[in-house]
């Protein structure tokens, strides 16, 4: 597994973490950093899948 593929997998865990807390909290301020937080790991997790095409594609 390339380091890109790892830290694929890592955002992929940190995003499912996330949203699980932010289900489970019962502060909605609590939450809705969880439910951010939870989004930004998407965003990096789709970046990473965006370099990994790029990378067996060349």
């Known amino acids: 597994m390339t380091?890109?593929?790892d830290r694929l997998?890592?955002?992929?865990?940190?995003?499912a973490?996330?949203?699980l807390i932010a289900k489970l909290a019962t502060e909605s301020?609590?939450?809705e950093l969880y439910l951010?937080?939870?989004e930004h790991?998407?965003?990096l997790a789709a970046d990473?899948?965006?370099?990994i095409a790029t990378?067996?594609?060349a």
């Open 29 to 31: 301020a609590k939450r």
């Open 48 to 51: 990473m899948k965006q370099i």
């Open 3 to 5: 380091d890109f593929e």
């Open 36 to 38: 951010t937080l939870a």
């Open 55 to 57: 990378r067996h594609a």
């Open 41 to 43: 790991y998407r965003e």
């Open 17 to 19: 973490e996330c949203e």
């Open 9 to 15: 997998e890592r955002f992929e865990t940190l995003t």
